[in-house]
């Protein structure tokens, strides 16, 4: 079959089924509409490839689908990848694995959707484990026999031949495949998400510093802890408890345990005069001792894990009962979102704990469809647990797949090495996920500080103690390197808040890879090409670019791992600054920064406006106002959008936000003058009274003792 009719789903996506492909897929489970309105403002755009060159089949074993391939082409996305950036050359096995230590694909959050650095991108929604030759074989009939390389004589030779295109395979019959286009990468990853429903919005607490207390700390040992941040001067907004809040763990029971909390609510109670939001650690797994295990049971699949239940949520009457017992146990005494763990189980895995591929769920569903949806499910009905509350939540999944790009969870993984979690953290943004390069343990001070460092960047800044009970302050010397950090997260609030308003209504993702930016080039690569978005994404660059990323528009993070103070990063177009140390740099190629320590190299555009509150203990409360200082950095003018809501509700998705526009300008001397729009009449803002600082090079200090 290939005499295709794609059908356009939304201005600038395209459609086409082939076969019957099982419904239960990413798009079915999480059934958010597109923004389409948005999708309209990005105005429509042409078919981005050769329809002719695009095969697809389905077959009643299997379906595939291959797409062309150009030579010059770099691939990107596939979730959550830790091992590389550009895909190219590999097969992509993309099926949920918990312990992902090798490149195949697998990983907690395998999306089969990839974006190309030709400015198009390639979505196939399924359940299934769906296998991608990105550029890895060759068929008979691409015409490359010229192609053979003579091992013995060609230094050349490679292992991976070059290829000429990608191909989808299938389980089953049916596949239904989308096309996003650009023109730019970014373009694609902007259409991807607002076709997922728009990015998520989290509550700004949110956005405020975590930190999750050892597994089996009562309410008092947990109040206590918390208060310490309080003593240290360091923000905190959200405590998590570990397994040993339920009365039993693995499986669970989602019962308070009421020996280490006799008083629950009186327990968020505290916690929320203190200024703290609870985040709940749980797994799907049901224990027998569990209120909702016998009304769940029937509910269930044919196999266990760790003899619990392992329930069919794509099922309302399962979900009802998980969302009844979770709204009255923990939603409705304050608690504010959970943790989602081992949702990710793989039968491959070092122990052996998941249900089998084989195993069966009333719904129809096998062990492998559902071991590829069920971060999904479970991050689905946390967000319509708290919708019905008209609250946000915002929490952590291990699990996640295709569309996810509107669910308020980051990821997490218990593996633990830096640089593949700063690679997570470009990578992520290909795919519409979240990620957390969590902190738990390090194994002297320079590396604590690191790793900190990092996470104060990222979607979710975290200390996860569970086992190893560290704190912010366990490396003495280096406390106020950390403090400093954590603080600086708190005065960026603002800034952070408005990035992930930018992913909820226009889907451009807060934190994310250097290959989405639309002005990488290297220096010597004469005047109209840049333009060209072939060679701006493609060829010009021909960097991985997998150790540094940008934080809205103007900030470019470039991480110094454990054991180094030197390195290059690569600076896009245009004057940068150092944002503490205030040095000027040329950007268009690479530099080298130095940095002791308490420096981490972060950088930031001329002509950027920083909005930055004071580094308060938590999160201003919705109807709080709170002191903004808009910092505008460099010579050039600039403008910049604030963003502002009420922080906890859906009231947004009613248009009960503003937008507000700051610029500094030239005036009549030749001097720099900086505005911002007033507030809209009855709109309570958050921010006031607001403060300029222009011109300056490095970020201002903060102010305190
Ligand atoms: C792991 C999880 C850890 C911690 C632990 C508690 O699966 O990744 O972060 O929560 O469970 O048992």
Not at 99 to 122: L, N, W
Not at 174 to 198: C, H, K, T
Not at 421 to 434: I, K, P
Not at 622 to 627: C, F, K, L, M
């Given at each position: 079959?290939?005499?295709?009719?794609w059908?356009?789903?939304?201005?600038?996506?395209?459609?086409?089924?082939?076969?019957s492909?099982?419904?239960?897929?990413?798009?079915?489970?999480?059934g958010?509409?597109?923004?389409?309105?948005?999708?309209?403002?990005?105005?429509n755009?042409?078919?981005?490839?050769?329809?002719?060159?695009i095969?697809?089949?389905?077959?009643p074993?299997?379906s595939?689908a291959?797409?062309p391939?150009?030579?010059?082409?770099r691939?990107?996305g596939?979730?959550l990848?830790?091992?590389?950036v550009?895909?190219?050359g590999?097969?992509?096995?993309?099926r949920?694995?918990?312990?992902?230590k090798?490149?195949t694909?697998?990983?907690?959050?395998?999306?089969?959707?990839?974006?190309?650095?030709?400015?198009?991108?390639?979505?196939?929604?399924?359940?299934r484990?769906v296998?991608v030759?990105c550029g890895s074989?060759?068929r008979?009939?691409?015409?490359?026999?010229d192609?053979?390389?003579?091992?013995?004589?060609?230094?050349?030779?490679?292992?991976?031949?070059?290829?000429?295109?990608?191909?989808?395979?299938?389980p089953g019959?049916?596949?239904?495949i989308y096309?996003f286009?650009?023109p730019?990468?970014?373009d694609?990853?902007?259409?991807?998400?607002?076709?997922?429903?728009g990015?998520?919005?989290?509550?700004?607490?949110g956005?405020g510093?975590w930190?999750?207390?050892?597994?089996?700390?009562?309410?008092?040992?947990t109040?206590?802890?918390?208060?310490?941040f309080?003593?240290?001067?360091?923000?905190?907004d959200?405590?998590?408890?570990e397994?040993?809040?339920h009365?039993k763990?693995?499986?669970?029971?989602?019962?308070?345990?009421?020996?280490?909390?006799?008083?629950?609510?009186?327990?968020?109670?505290r916690?929320?005069?203190?200024g703290?939001k609870?985040?709940?650690w749980?797994h799907?797994?049901v224990?027998?001792?569990?209120?909702?295990y016998?009304?769940?049971?029937?509910?269930?699949?044919?196999?266990t894990?760790?003899?619990?239940?392992?329930?069919?949520?794509?099922?309302?009457?399962?979900r009802?009962?998980?969302m009844?017992?979770?709204?009255?146990?923990?939603?409705?005494i304050?608690?504010?979102?959970?943790?989602?763990?081992e949702?990710?189980?793989?039968?491959?895995?070092?122990?052996?704990?998941m249900?089998?591929?084989?195993?069966?769920?009333?719904s129809?569903?096998d062990?492998?469809?559902m071991?590829?949806?069920?971060?999904?499910?479970?991050?689905k009905m946390?967000?319509d647990?708290?919708?019905?509350?008209?609250?946000?939540?915002?929490?952590?999944v291990?699990?996640?797949?295709?569309?996810?790009?509107?669910l308020?969870?980051?990821?997490?993984?218990?593996?633990?090495?830096?640089?593949?979690?700063?690679?997570?953290?470009?990578n992520a943004?290909?795919?519409?996920?979240l990620?957390?390069?969590?902190?738990?343990?390090?194994?002297?001070?320079e590396?604590?500080?690191?790793?900190?460092?990092?996470?104060?960047?990222?979607?979710?800044?975290?200390?996860?103690?569970?086992?190893?009970?560290?704190?912010?302050w366990?490396?003495?010397?280096?406390?106020?390197?950390?403090?400093?950090?954590?603080r600086?997260?708190?005065r960026?609030m603002?800034?952070?808040?408005t990035?992930?308003?930018?992913?909820?209504?226009?889907?451009?993702?807060?934190?994310r890879?250097?290959?989405?930016?639309?002005n990488?080039?290297?220096k010597?690569s004469?005047?109209?090409e840049?333009?060209?978005?072939?060679l701006?994404?493609?060829?010009?660059?021909?960097?991985?670019?997998?150790d540094?990323?940008m934080v809205?528009?103007?900030?470019?993070?470039a991480?110094?791992?454990?054991?180094?103070?030197?390195?290059?990063?690569?600076?896009?177009?245009?004057?940068?600054?150092?944002?503490?140390?205030?040095?000027?740099?040329e950007?268009?190629?690479?530099?080298?920064?130095?940095?002791?320590?308490?420096?981490?190299?972060?950088?930031?555009?001329?002509g950027a406006?920083?909005?930055?509150m004071p580094?308060?203990?938590?999160?201003?409360r919705a109807?709080?106002?709170?002191?903004?200082?808009?910092?505008?950095f460099?010579?050039?003018p600039?403008?910049y959008?604030l963003?502002?809501?009420?922080?906890e509700?859906f009231?947004?998705?009613n248009?009960?936000?503003?937008?507000?526009?700051?610029?500094?300008?030239?005036?009549g001397?030749?001097?720099?003058?900086?505005?911002?729009q007033?507030?809209?009449?009855?709109?309570?803002?958050?921010?006031?009274?607001?403060?300029?600082?222009?011109?300056?090079t490095?970020?201002p200090?903060?102010?305190?003792?």
């Amino acid at each position: 079959m290939s005499v295709h009719a794609w059908i356009q789903a939304a201005p600038g996506v395209w459609k086409f089924a082939a076969g019957s492909p099982p419904e239960a897929a990413p798009l079915s489970v999480i059934g958010r509409r597109p923004l389409l309105e948005a999708l309209e403002e990005m105005g429509n755009a042409a078919f981005p490839l050769e329809e002719s060159r695009i095969r697809i089949h389905a077959g009643p074993k299997r379906s595939t689908a291959v797409f062309p391939l150009a030579e010059d082409e770099r691939i990107y996305g596939f979730g959550l990848q830790f091992m590389k950036v550009n895909q190219r050359g590999r097969t992509r096995y993309l099926r949920v694995n918990s312990d992902p230590k090798q490149d195949t694909g697998e990983t907690h959050a395998p999306v089969p959707f990839y974006v190309s650095s030709r400015g198009y991108g390639v979505l196939v929604n399924s359940s299934r484990i769906v296998t991608v030759c990105c550029g890895s074989v060759v068929r008979m009939d691409s015409g490359m026999e010229d192609r053979a390389r003579d091992r013995n004589s060609d230094r050349g030779w490679k292992a991976t031949p070059v290829s000429d295109t990608v191909e989808w395979v299938v389980p089953g019959e049916g596949i239904e495949i989308y096309v996003f286009s650009g023109p730019a990468v970014m373009d694609v990853v902007r259409r991807y998400n607002l076709f997922s429903g728009g990015g998520v919005l989290p509550p700004r607490w949110g956005l405020g510093f975590w930190h999750r207390v050892p597994k089996s700390f009562s309410a008092e040992e947990t109040l206590a802890e918390a208060l310490e941040f309080r003593k240290h001067e360091v923000p905190c907004d959200v405590i998590g408890l570990e397994p040993g809040w339920h009365s039993k763990s693995y499986p669970v029971t989602y019962e308070w345990n009421r020996r280490l909390f006799p008083d629950p609510a009186q327990f968020a109670a505290r916690m929320e005069e203190a200024g703290f939001k609870v985040n709940l650690w749980e797994h799907p797994y049901v224990s027998p001792d569990a209120e909702i295990y016998r009304e769940l049971k029937p509910l269930s699949g044919s196999h266990t894990v760790w003899h619990g239940l392992a329930p069919d949520y794509t099922l309302p009457e399962a979900r009802e009962i998980y969302m009844t017992q979770h709204l009255k146990e923990h939603v409705s005494i304050g608690i504010s979102g959970y943790k989602l763990d081992e949702c990710d189980g793989s039968e491959l895995t070092r122990n052996s704990w998941m249900f089998p591929a084989h195993a069966e769920f009333p719904s129809g569903l096998d062990g492998e469809q559902m071991r590829q949806i069920y971060g999904l499910l479970f991050q689905k009905m946390a967000d319509d647990m708290y919708r019905l509350r008209n609250r946000r939540t915002y929490g952590l999944v291990r699990a996640s797949n295709a569309n996810a790009s509107s669910l308020p969870s980051v990821l997490y993984s218990d593996l633990y090495d830096h640089r593949q979690f700063v690679r997570a953290l470009c990578n992520a943004s290909f795919s519409g996920l979240l990620w957390t390069p969590e902190v738990r343990k390090a194994k002297d001070a320079e590396e604590w500080v690191r790793r900190i460092q990092v996470v104060c960047f990222s979607p979710l800044a975290m200390i996860n103690a569970w086992a190893d009970g560290t704190k912010p302050w366990s490396f003495p010397e280096v406390e106020p390197i950390v403090r400093k950090y954590i603080r600086l997260r708190m005065r960026l609030m603002p800034y952070f808040y408005t990035a992930f308003a930018r992913y909820k209504f226009e889907g451009v993702p807060p934190v994310r890879a250097m290959q989405l930016e639309s002005n990488l080039r290297k220096k010597d690569s004469g005047g109209d090409e840049l333009n060209s978005t072939e060679l701006a994404y493609g060829r010009a660059v021909d960097l991985e670019l997998d150790d540094q990323f940008m934080v809205g528009d103007s900030l470019l993070v470039a991480p110094l791992f454990a054991g180094e103070s030197l390195r290059e990063v690569y600076l896009p177009d245009g004057v940068w600054y150092g944002l503490e140390t205030g040095e000027r740099y040329e950007g268009g190629g690479r530099i080298r920064v130095e940095a002791d320590l308490d420096i981490i190299p972060v950088f930031v555009r001329d002509g950027a406006i920083l909005p930055l509150m004071p580094a308060l203990a938590h999160a201003p409360r919705a109807g709080e106002q709170v002191p903004l200082e808009l910092v505008h950095f460099g010579t050039a003018p600039g403008a910049y959008r604030l963003y502002d809501d009420d922080g906890e509700t859906f009231a947004y998705e009613n248009g009960e936000y503003e937008w507000r526009t700051a610029e500094v300008r030239i005036a009549g001397e030749g001097a720099l003058e900086g505005t911002i729009q007033d507030s809209r009449d009855g709109f309570h803002a958050t921010y006031g009274p607001i403060t300029w600082k222009i011109g300056v090079t490095a970020l201002p200090a903060e102010g305190r003792k």
